[in-house]
Each structure stands twice: as structure tokens, then as C-alpha cells.
């Protein structure tokens, strides 16, 4: 393989921009000097069937007007958004099927993105169901310790703030903000939702093995989302990273939304020391200064390395 891509939000927009010309350009452009195909994928994003802002109908309608050219939406555990616009996507775009699921690798919630799989996979609806009621299970969990902690009503307030989609501590942030109790949702995570708070119910998810074999057997591939996100030391990472790949995962997700400087070159070292591919996405929820806008320019990924091409 060349020489190990560097990219960023800044690249990001640059090629963002650019691969808006692609149709008077012929579909391609100029890029570090070569010329090469403009392509421009995101296989991380979020709809408002899970915790994004916008419809799948919006998103979808978004990424094409931004030259998005192949994508997925993945929202957390249902498929809902992604069924509602698959018969109907714009034209220059190709949506492909996706969800981001919770698993556990031991006591640690583990995100895998589940991408190109047949949705009506009987392993895959029956998984999907048991996610829809850990869902349920877990909001009357966190409802009942935000109760004990003075905050009663949590659970009608975070259903009516979902609005039907798939409920998860977002939709809690939200009502807690709404109710009063915290200023902001980042605050709601802070004090209620994070890690090691009262909200954050813990041993509740399917294993990583399972959730990855359910998807390779409903004809999908598996990427283990935001690797780095875990908080892992490098020797852990490691073993997660086998167990994953063990139990039939392909790809590390290299780029999520705005990596930090290094974390792509960390990735990347660990997705050569263990023969798997790349996959980028922009685990987009809503505009926001800190998220990255949808669609990740991949031209110079070197050829061979991007799962886009096993799908
Ligand atoms: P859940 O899947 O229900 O456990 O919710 C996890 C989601 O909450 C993530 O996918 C993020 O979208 C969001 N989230 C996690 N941590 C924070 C935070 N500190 N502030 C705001 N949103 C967060
Ligand atoms: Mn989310
Ligand atoms: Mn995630
Ligand atoms: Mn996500």
C-alpha cells in the first residue's frame, strides 16, 4: 500500500467543495496533484429513526446535494430510516443498507457497523428485535434511577422526545434539559447519562461475536465503529480488535466524523498489522461545530484498502 492518507475535517470541506463539480467535470478532478475518480462516501450517519435531527428523507436529500456518491444510513439499532427512503434515492446516490449495534465485549459497549446486508435476513430481524427491547428494557432501567435521584416522569418525557424512533440516552439528554434539570445535553451526559453515571446501564447488549455473525450471515459486512472512542489502552485495542476480526469482522471504521490529529495514522497502522480494510464515515447526527458535515472524500485511499469496494 502508499503511503498512509492524512485527512481531516479541513480536507474534508476542501473536497466537500470540489466534489460538488463533479458532474461538469466528468466525475472527476484534480486531487494531490493526480487525477483521479471524485468519490465521496460516508457509512456512518444518523436519521431521526435513531438520534439524528434530520429524516432519512432529508439526509438522504442532503448528502446527494453535497455529492455524497455512496452511503449508509446506520442508525443505532433499527432500521426503521432506512427502510422508510430505500425504494426511492436520489439519482447519483447509492444507499446501501446499514445500522450502527450495540454489543458488548465483556463489560464494554462496543459499536458495530453493520453495512450491505439483506434487511429482511431472518438472523437480522430477529436480532434487531431483541435490540428493540433492550432499548425498552434500559429506558425503564435509566427512568427508574433518574425517579430515585428526584426526577420522576423520565421515561413518558425521553418516549415523547423520540417520538417513535428508537429511544436511547439522547432522547433522556433531551428531557432533562426540557424538564429543567440540566442545562444542556452535554450536562444531561455529564452528570446522568456518561459513563459510570446512574444512566448508564451497563450488561445489557448482545456479545460483539454474535452481533458480528448475525450480520456476516445476513450477507452484510462488519466494521468495528470509532475504534478509539472505547478509551482503550493499545494492548486492549489489540485484543478487541482480534476478537472482532475472529469472529468474522473486515474493517475498522479509520475515519469518523473529525479525527483528532494522529488518531487516523494509529489506525491505520493497526488495520495493516491486521489485514482488515477501512471504512470512513461521518457519524453525522445534526449541524452542529464540533460534528463533521456528511461525506468523506476517499481518493487516496489506496486501492484495495476501502471495504467500499467488497460491497
Ligand atoms: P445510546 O446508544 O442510547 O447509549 O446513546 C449513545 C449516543 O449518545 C451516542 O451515539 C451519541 O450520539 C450520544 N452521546 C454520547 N455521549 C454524549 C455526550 N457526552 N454528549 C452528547 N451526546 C452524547
Ligand atoms: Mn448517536
Ligand atoms: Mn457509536
Ligand atoms: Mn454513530
Not at 446486508?117 to 428493540?132: I, N, Q, S, Y
Not at 478487541?240 to 469472529?247: G, H, I, M, S, V
Not at 445534526?286 to 456528511?294: E, H, N, V
Request: charged share 25%; proline share 5%.
Amino acid at each position: 500500500m502508499g503511503s498512509i492518507p492524512r485527512r481531516n475535517a479541513r480536507y474534508h470541506f476542501d473536497y466537500g467543495r470540489q466534489s460538488r463539480l463533479a458532474p461538469q467535470l466528468g466525475g472527476s478532478a484534480t486531487c494531490f496533484g493526480r487525477s483521479v475518480e471524485i468519490a465521496v462516501i460516508d457509512f456512518h450517519t444518523h436519521s431521526a429513526a435513531s438520534d439524528g435531527a434530520l429524516s432519512a428523507r432529508d439526509l438522504l436529500d442532503r448528502a446527494a446535494r453535497e455529492g455524497v456518491r455512496r452511503m449508509a444510513i446506520t442508525d443505532h439499532d433499527t432500521i426503521a430510516g432506512y427502510l422508510s427512503v430505500c425504494q426511492s434515492v436520489p439519482l447519483g446516490l447509492e444507499l446501501i443498507s446499514g445500522a450502527e449495534l450495540s454489543c458488548q465485549w465483556g463489560r464494554v459497549g462496543i459499536h458495530i457497523v453493520g453495512l450491505g446486508f439483506d434487511p429482511a435476513a431472518p438472523a437480522m430481524t430477529r436480532h434487531l428485535e431483541g435490540l428493540d427491547k433492550a432499548r425498552r428494557d434500559r429506558a425503564e432501567k435509566i427512568a427508574h434511577k433518574l425517579n430515585r435521584s428526584g426526577m420522576p416522569g423520565a421515561l413518558a418525557g425521553a418516549m415523547a422526545v423520540a417520538d417513535g424512533a428508537q429511544i436511547g440516552r439522547p432522547h433522556f439528554a433531551r428531557w432533562l434539559v426540557l424538564a429543567g434539570h440540566v442545562e444542556s445535553e452535554e450536562m444531561a451526559f455529564k452528570r446522568f447519562l456518561g459513563r459510570g453515571k446512574p444512566g448508564d446501564i451497563s450488561l445489557l447488549w448482545p456479545a460483539l461475536d454474535d452481533t458480528v455473525e448475525t450480520i456476516t450471515a445476513s450477507g452484510g459486512l462488519a466494521v468495528l465503529a470509532h475504534p478509539l472512542e472505547y478509551k482503550m489502552t493499545a494492548t486492549r485495542l489489540r485484543a478487541l480488535t482480534d476478537a472482532f476480526r475472529d469472529a468474522g469482522g473486515v474493517a475498522l471504521e479509520v475515519i469518523n466524523g473529525r479525527p483528532k490529529p494522529g488518531d487516523t495514522d494509529t489506525l491505520w497502522r493497526l488495520v495493516r498489522e491486521r489485514d482488515l480494510k477501512v471504512s470512513v464515515g461521518s457519524d453525522f447526527h445534526r449541524d452542529s461545530p464540533y460534528g463533521a458535515g456528511l461525506g468523506v472524500e476517499v481518493s487516496t485511499i489506496p486501492d484495495g484498502a476501502g471495504i467500499w469496494e467488497q460491497l
